[in-house]
């Protein structure tokens, strides 16, 4: 987020005179909504944002957003918003990537620009699958995948976009997902955060991976499933009837049953989203035994790339003068005049 | 410790130029020699130009044959246009300095070896069954030899050094004693020793104190024999301000000059590879000038990020060598695609893959003009030697930021590493091309409202550079084919068809100056096209021949892409056309296919630059009377490379674990 007035603008400045290209019924048109929805929410210009993006299915969202769009080429997009960044860094930069073009093709990139911390809103939207190219299995696709490149199912391990976030230094991690009603606020609380923030954004592949998420995140009746995390609140779902615990001997996570609304004697703990380790146990908690971790994982802020450069330019620069003729004539230099040189 | 006393001659000898090889083991500091003789060189007044060799190993295995590392300088009074064909002087630090370069030694050249280091195991190592300094394998040449190690050691006695760190100034006492040999000034290298070593006053004593013995030693009357006081007078150079470069500082110092003259800040994106980051290291220290320099997490980011940034409205640099090169071509796609502006520099190595990290060749060529997914033209110059590197650079941003397009700069490794003497240039003396953006609609609709055409061409073909920010311009661009002028999503086949043909005619509509003569007539029997490096040796090669009256020219061409209009023309003034190239005939290629010449090629891949006496009998073929006795390929010359035993084949050494 920038020091910038905030601008006045609807939902309806924020759409383009595009046509939308994404098949009918796709997570991707939420998803658009919840971020057009969101932009005037924060006051943000659109002469002052930038969305910039790789290749897939995902990657067509800046042509639908009325702001500045940069549709790169597949994987490498964290790289063009770092060059983005570096030159104006008052831009306001969202990076939107998939499962495929952020963690396979674009993996390096991903993790050296959360590592090198440069701010930027980042949504990886997760579809567990190849959408643009029809169907292939991706590197987040579960094991037994079954697609046109894996006729028996799939059988590499999939990666954990947030656990592999954080694990490249991420200072702020969050999920959501596509029909989600809180979206809107995890996209405001990454905007919020200085430095990247980066958000996964489970996406219905209606096509070539339908309702894979449905088990939490299906429009309705899933709620059950969904531990929605807010900082200073005890770690209580399904209707705060369960909670989340920590085992300190194990030095795990577990699920508890709370009784009449006692979480504090069940011992569910609170949320504290400048807790590193909690965050590690949260990304990786097994869906199934344990309710879909949501919201806001991790956020606790250092000092941005951008920053970093710009102070050091500053600090390189300190009592020089751009001077071009002093710098072409640095050195050990000598004078020739007629045929005699003197050294000077 | 002579090995000869003969009287010392009385007369002095004064050639019109000396070609020296200093050559030793990596950690000798055989660069460092040079580098400072070079700049006692230059200060004296001499024409110069320099050839650094050196192993791609960074501390190979000591004594061994592919651990050498050597430094050629050729200094006159005469014009200087290479690092010369062979040296007239060798200083052979160990066996296999001497092994490795001795073949190339001009018969009667004078060699100076450090007898200290001709023991039994370092003998062993260089392949040696006897000592040459004794087994009269060198009589062809004149040989000084003494033990520099133990003169050295005595000299540094006084600063308490160990033994090990005593000899790190070995290479000091050799340079004294060259120094003493071509009668130059030691102040300079003085002043510049106690700076350096500023903090640690033994170290610079000790430095000093091995200079000013190895200048002593010369001075001593019982030498003598083989070992003169050679003065080479001053060149006639044009009055002003020199100073030495090399390519790689004269690539970053136009890079700057240019970006000052379009009036931008820079963004330099780059990855470390040999031998391009030199450019990296310069530009950091230049960062007053509004440069940002970014070391990305590998090629294919760096070119990335610089892309961004011109998007953003600076003008993006990026710079490599051929297999970085590589990574980055699906990126300078989508420059192209999206016309933003773009430099890209190589340094060209020997290829392919790994290939020769530290070896100079021009096979990138094809690469730079043809390397792309689909019809994607972008223009190419070359630079043909270090001081040419400044103005090629500038020329490259005024190309990039006027025709919103990528641009790449071929050098290489002999011009990135090698320095010559270069008259600064006033800055004034370019006329600026400041960039423009656009800040408000540039078009009109059907109802008359104000519109913007992203793609909407200016005279040149170049679409305007919007930086995002600027209220009510925004827009969307992208890879995927656009509108001709929208830059929306078309991908209607009339319209593929109209944007293809615009960004060719774009990248050929590029201004490039009329192609000149360097040397001789506009027409003639033989023309001898040159681009790049090969700028020195064609360019004496020709003037001997000329000398002898024979009807041939020298055109370097330093446009590559699009070439100079009336190239075509120049050529079919000459019976025959001669590319000499360090690559397969590439350039060549481009010729047949552009004007349907007959160019002939002669090439060569050996790591190493052509030697003047190479083309000077290429070009004697076309005089012999003889019937297709033309072109051709110049043979490796061994000599004058290091075994090609390495280390392992990810780079690392054997025995050495990192
Ligand atoms: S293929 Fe899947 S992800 Fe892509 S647009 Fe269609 S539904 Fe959406």
Known sequence: MNDMTPIETTLKDWETDQEVRWCPGCGDYAILKAVQRTLPQLGSDPANTVFVSGIGCSSRFPYYVESYGFHTIHGRAPAFATGIKLANPDLDVWLVTGDGDGLSIGGNHLMHVLRRNVNLQIMLFNNEIYGLTKGQFSPTSRLGTKSPSTPLGSFDRPAQPCAFALGSGARFVARGFDVSKNLPDVLKAAHAHQGAAFIEIFQNCIVYNKDVFDDFAAPKGAEAHQLWLEDGQPMLFDGGTKGICLDREALELRVVDVVDGDWQAAGVIVHNVKNRSIAHMLVELPFGAFPMALGVLYDDPRPTFEAAVIEERARASEGKEANLAKLLGKGQTWTVSGTAADPV | MATQTAERPADTHTPEAVVVRFAGDSGDGMQ???????????????????????????????????????????????????????????????????????????????????????????????????????????????????????????????????????????????????????????????????????????????????????????????????LHQTHIPAVEHEPGLYRTVTGAEAVSLGLVAGAQLAELPMFFGGYPITPASAILHHLVRMKEFGVTTFQAEDEIAAICAAIGASYAGQLGVTSSSGPGIALKTEAMGLAIMVELPLVIVNSQRGGPSTGLPTKTEQSDLYQAVYGRNGDAPLPVIAASSPSDAFEVAIEAVRIATQYMTPVILLTDGYIANAAEPWKVPDPKSFE??????????????????????????????????????????????????????????????????????????????????????????????????GWGSTYGPIRQAVRRWREKGRKVSHIHVRHIWPLPKNLGELLAGFDHVLVPEMNTGQFKTVLRDQYLVDAQSLTKTSGQPFQIAELEAAIGKYFDGIEGDEGGEVPANKAQLPEPQSGYDDGTLKGHHP
């Open chain 2, 432 to 529: 600026p091309f400041p960039a423009k953006f656009l800040e408000e609609k540039n078009a009109k609709d059907a109802d008359g409202n104000d519109e913007l055409l992203p793609y909407r061409r200016d005279a040149k073909g170049a679409r305007p550079w919007i930086k995002p920010g600027t209220p009510g311009l925004m827009h969307r661009v992208g890879g995927i084919e656009k509108h001709v002028e929208t830059g929306n999503i078309d991908y209607s086949p009339a319209n593929h068809q109209k944007m293809t043909d615009l960004r060719r005619d774009k990248v050929l509509g590029v201004a490039v100056p009329d192609q000149e003569v360097a040397l001789g007539d506009e027409t003639g029997e033989l023309a001898v096209v």
């Open chain 2, 32 to 226: 460092l020699t040079g580098g400072q003789f070079t700049l006692s060189t230059a200060l004296a007044g001499n024409d110069l130009a320099t050839f650094p060799d050196f192993p791609a190993e960074i501390r190979a295995p000591q004594g061994t044959l592919f651990g050498v590392s050597a430094f050629q300088i050729n200094f006159g009074s005469r014009q200087i246009n290479t690092a010369g064909d062979a040296p007239d002087v060798l200083v052979a630090m160990n066996p296999a300095a001497l092994k490795t370069n001795v073949e190339a030694l001009k018969p009667g050249g004078l060699i100076i070896a450090d007898t200290g280091e001709f023991t039994k195991r370092n003998l062993e190592k260089a392949k040696y069954e006897s000592n040459p300094l004794e087994d009269g394998s060198l009589a062809r040449w004149q040989v000084l030899a003494f033990d520099i190690s133990a003169l050295t050691i005595e000299a540094v006695k006084p600063f308490g050094l160990g033994n090990k760190d005593a000899l790190r100034s070995k290479n000091m006492w050799t340079l004294g004693l060259a120094l003493w040999m071509f009668d130059r000034d030691r102040q300079p290298l003085i002043d510049w020793l106690e700076a350096k070593f500023k903090n640690k006053p033994e170290i610079a004593g000790a430095n000093v104190a091995a200079l000013n013995a190895g200048h002593a030693y010369g001075e001593t009357a019982e030498l003598g024999g083989h």
